[in-house]
């Protein structure tokens, strides 16, 4: 398996903060988790490039993140999708919008 970004890193970092904004958490734990991975993944590159560095061990760590980002940016996908997330400016829709809105005066009720 080839790794791949969909997103950019200028992407993810919309979609956690309309998380912040809205106070929508699930988007943003995604994005925030391929992020992660993303560092994982560069992590591991430069350790197989060290001399000393067992490479099958970190070519193991390697594949492992590749696969697991894979899976995270098909999950962003359908999440995105199925909230009808704005895929241009990547902006949560009105209705979520909204619907947080709600949720937050009910609260001070």
Do not use: F
């Not at 398996?1 to 809205?22: F, S, V």
């Amino acid at each position: 398996m080839q790794y791949e970004e969909r997103y950019t890193d200028a992407e993810l970092a919309q979609i956690i903060e309309q998380g912040l904004i809205y106070m929508c958490a699930c988007p943003a734990q995604v994005a925030d988790a391929m992020r992660k991975l993303r560092e994982l993944y560069r992590y591991q590159q430069n350790c197989l490039a060290g001399l000393d560095n067992n490479p099958m061990v970190h070519a193991a760590i390697l594949q492992s993140t590749v696969q697991s980002h894979a899976i995270m940016q098909d999950c962003l996908d359908t999440v995105i999708e199925l909230e009808k997330w704005d895929r241009a400016t990547l902006e949560m829709p009105a209705n979520l919008r909204q619907r947080q809105l709600q949720e937050l005066l009910s609260k001070d009720d």
